[in-house]
């Protein structure tokens, strides 16, 4: 004759229901830490994009808005108009087997090689709040004789992925638009 306990089935009720149900709920959105920041930079921030088959979230800034585009795999986030021109920032996920370093330089060069753009004109080391170590480049182009400034940020992702995003603004927007992208890319989560 078996003999079956019942304080011992009450335990692994306890332990086990709230562990099964765990795994039953999708994950919790990313926190993106903004304590880090300074008051103004928090201040321009908007709400999370957080792409899930990308790996990736941060804040756009305050009044932008989402959108779908068919020629981006991940959500765009756009801007009021000014100039003439919508300021964006776009994200791509690219796939390379080698070292982070090593793909800064190769991008870099391939970046270069373009015939509208005026090539790296400013290469620092970005640092975001939760630790990510990329790099970021301002570059410049003109689209119908505007002169449209970049700022791309790289960042090493997942495995072999390398999350590269591309802030775009007329010329005329450059100054503030450069604090917004660096204050938006420090709330950057890659997962």
């Given amino acids: ?21 765990a795994g039953c709920r999708p994950a919790p959105a990313p926190i993106l830490e903004t304590a880090r920041l300074s008051p103004k930079e928090r201040d321009c921030l908007g709400r999370t994009l957080e792409e899930t088959k990308g790996s990736f979230a941060y804040s756009i800034p305050r009044d932008w808005e989402f959108m779908e585009m068919d020629d981006s795999p991940f959500r765009v986030a756009v801007g009021p108009r000014l100039n003439g021109y919508v300021s964006n920032i776009r994200v791509s996920r690219e796939v390379a087997p080698i070292k982070f370093p090593y793909y800064v330089d190769q991008a870099r060069q391939e970046l270069g090689r373009q015939t ?8 620092t080391r970005f640092v975001t709040v939760s630790g990510i170590v990329g790099r970021r480049w301002i570059t410049h182009t003109f689209q119908s004789k505007e002169r449209i400034w970049h700022a791309y940020y790289l960042f090493p992702g997942p495995g072999d992925a390398k999350i590269v995003v591309t802030v775009s603004a007329a010329q005329s927007d450059a100054l503030r638009m450069g604090f917004v992208a660096d204050a938006c890319m420090k709330t950057m989560v890659i997962r």
């Fill in 1 to 21: 004759m078996e003999r079956r306990c019942p304080r011992l089935r009450v335990l692994l009720l306890v332990l086990l229901v709230p562990w099964l149900w």
């Fill in 116 to 123: 509208l753009t005026t090539g790296v004109e400013e290469d």
